[in-house]
């Protein structure tokens, strides 16, 4: 038999158990480090697990920021140059990845402290993690208040992809992102490594499941 949990049980769990809990019921989430820069020209870099595809034509993506009292640098920066970095993050930086979620004081250059590698590439003034096989430039499009949570989405339009040479996409445009070595995450500070499953044909009513021919 199933245990069933009510509100008023998980309300009265400590703060950090009620977060984690609830945070590992929407599944694994996409994990990946966002590179801006501040007023002063010092780069940040911050791991976020709530980035989400919005849509292709045109090409956005959303991240929630948590309430600024929590997470004010990355809001802040990406409000005052417009752009920044997501940069898939792989088992070889995972600690370090990790300990970017620390609060460190606005003057604190993150890669530095974690020791990752900051690149910034012509024409481009936000920072990549140079470790990052897959990594993109986002331009702020709009910023969303929550009122509920005090939380912001934060939606950007894609500008540019850097990908490893050795993970080109399939014919149809697929991302491997298991032979990349992009890991999820779930809960509050458990990472997981990826394994694809299949793929199938696209689904129609009456017609059987069928998988996919192999891409190249």
């Known amino acids: ?10 309300q009265s769990w400590s703060r950090f158990t009620r977060a984690n809990f609830i945070n590992t019921l929407t599944g694994f989430k996409s994990l990946s480090l966002i590179g801006t820069v501040n007023k002063a020209g010092e780069s940040n870099v911050a791991v976020f697990s709530n980035i989400v595809h919005l849509g292709a034509d045109p090409a956005l993506i959303g991240f929630v920021n948590r309430p600024l009292a929590a997470a004010p640098h990355t809001l802040a920066n990406i409000k005052s140059n417009g752009f920044y970095t997501v940069n898939h993050i792989h088992p070889s930086f995972v600690e370090k990845a990790h300990q970017t979620s620390a609060k460190y004081p606005d003057e604190v250059n993150e890669f530095t402290e974690v020791g990752l590698t900051e690149e910034y590439l012509d024409g481009i003034n936000v920072p990549f993690v140079k470790e990052s096989t897959i990594k993109y430039l986002l331009s702020l499009k709009e910023i969303i208040p929550i009122a509920l949570n005090a939380t912001y989405l934060v939606i950007g339009q894609l500008e ?3 990908i490893d040479p050795s993970l080109k996409p399939t014919s149809d445009g697929f991302l491997h992102l298991d032979q990349a070595g992009s890991i999820s995450s779930n809960g509050l500070d458990a990472y997981y490594k990826t394994e694809l499953i299949d793929r199938y044909d696209y689904a129609k009513p009456g017609i059987p499941v069928q998988k996919m021919a192999t891409k190249k």
Request: no cysteine; net charge positive; aromatic share 16%.
């Open 160 to 162: 540019k992809v850097l």
């Open 1 to 10: 038999m199933n245990k069933y949990f009510s509100l008023a049980e998980i």
